[in-house]
């Protein structure tokens, strides 16, 4: 089955993304001008302000918004600082590069003429007023040219165009493509797609075990992993598979208090990062496993398991307390999980034979459509 | 300019290593026979059985060995646990498939019949007798197809047929080519190179930056990162490289002590893993940057270094005491930064201007021949 692409995403231009800096701008000088105040609203980016929507099925942030005002010995400093993020940022636009929190960090990092004080004193102090302006401007840090790590892979029958480059990722070997930070369009145009699903595996080992077997060829899914915790690019390109390509997006996580966190990330978005929900939060992304019940339903021995600890505890009770698990029969995986004192690794499957996962565990799996929502 | 492959590299194949395997059964079932106390010979692995060779100029393994007996009452438990280990990679030959440390554990771990004592408590256990199985049959981890991490990528002048797939990493945008964990002729072999050198950087973020600008088209060489220390399929492809194409392998790491240290590893091998730096260490790989004396010779400000604190004193006094690091200039450079009282990252390069790493550091430092070796 082709897939056929439903809508085609755009992202800002540099043109578009430098005139918003420059409004910034704008606002500063012109207050300077009018003898007035400089200063500029910005949406608060606190707990207080983000709380889950539930008919959009993902955290948001709420309209409340904070001045930021030259004139206050509370803010110059933060006010100066974004000054000099803003130009930092509008420098990547004009020369369209890109370049990472750190990076622009030590760009803007300087001591000031006739004093001993540094503009920024670490990357702390950097990195939340790059959150400001994205929130700010309404722009996804991408589009500021702000990229994080590159940890992804992906494979399948997926053909993109990697900066100009024109990539079959059915033709990439065992090892896979590597998944670019910013996977925006016009950085990664999506040309075809023929999967039926996304399979979007947390760890490294079970991505290396399917590639190995072509489970992508024999289920015609793409796989994805972004080593752990999926980095912004991989959750980016499955949201754009979803979006663009409308594939179902199924996730195996181990089953333990973190998979169910990275699970709910990837579906609902994160609290920190609320403000970018709308464009990174995939909501009807399904949770294929590990479930606390797989162990059973799978015969693997009591002894694979991992005693909870007193963090894992906690952390499973306050996972279950969340507004976004809810259902039913999430209460009942956390419970499940919580009554059996045990947590399990996706790598547990292997004490069956070194093949289950590709041969047993995920074909029965997607058949009864065995997966958590 | 097309460099020429000089050798071909060759592993063992699934039989040969099946035999070696084999070869361990049979002395336990010959002994059995001949009602013999089943034993076997295992090179110590222990600091007291490492040296560095300078002429080889890597770490390397003496010649201590142990008896590991089974009627034995400290030695039976991890005899049992040798045979099990064996087994399992047995079966992967037999199989062939591949898988990781964390899989092996899990798949020899059970409840001994009959009581309530695990065949392996954790994957402490295990990781041990792979190790030592490696150095009894003198094979590489990836021949008795173990994985480690695949978190690399390449990109450059090169192409590769990476499990029968024929990738030109030259066209792989700006994402690059996600290189496997095992990267042994058959698994990958290099079908055509024409780049002058090898560069390895240390952070995703350098090689990004690199990736973004072309660097490899405007300096054609060959970029590959590891993404921290490099894993072993990154070392192992550097290493083919250097000895199949005779490409130069220069390192760009951050200045300070844990960058000196991964360079080491990748030139001399590890302690650790001493028994491996035949086939992993490249001892003539040069260290290009960044140099304690960098800073100043590019004009950074001292605010962009970061104090070194207790540990990285310590270590750092302890780099220089290693043999490998006697050199006049090594001395010099590790005394520099302890004078300094500063390390530097490689980001820092960014406070000049985003794509300084590009356009001014690294073209003077290649034209300057400016490395330490």
Known sequence: MVALRVKRARRRTNKEVAALLEGLADIVVGAARKKEDPSFDIPVRALSNVAFNPKKRFIEMGRAKTARQ????GMARKFMQTM???DALME?????VTTSLREVYYRTKHTIKGTSENTFDDQDESDPII????VTLALLREELHVRAKSWGTIIGPI??????????CSRQGIGGKTVPSIVEP???DILRCSADFVLLVEKDTQFSRLSEDKFWKSHNCILLTGNGQA????RRLARRLHDEWKLPILVLMDNDPWGYYIYSVIKQGSISLAFESERLAIPDAKFLGLSSRDPEEYGLPRNVGIKLNDKDIA?????????WFQKKEWQQEILYMLKSGLKYELDVLANKNFRFLTTDYLPKKLKQKDWLD
């Open 70 to 73: 030259f004139f206050n010995l």
């Open 84 to 86: 000099l993020i803003a």
């Open 92 to 96: 990547l636009q004009r020369e369209d």
């Open 131 to 134: 959150e400001d302006l994205e």
């Open 159 to 168: 053909v993109i165009r990697d900066a100009g480059d024109t990539v079959d």
């Open 186 to 188: 016009g950085y990664v």
């Open 231 to 234: 980095p912004r690019g991989v």
């Open 315 to 323: 952390r499973a009770k306050e996972i279950a307390g969340y507004p």
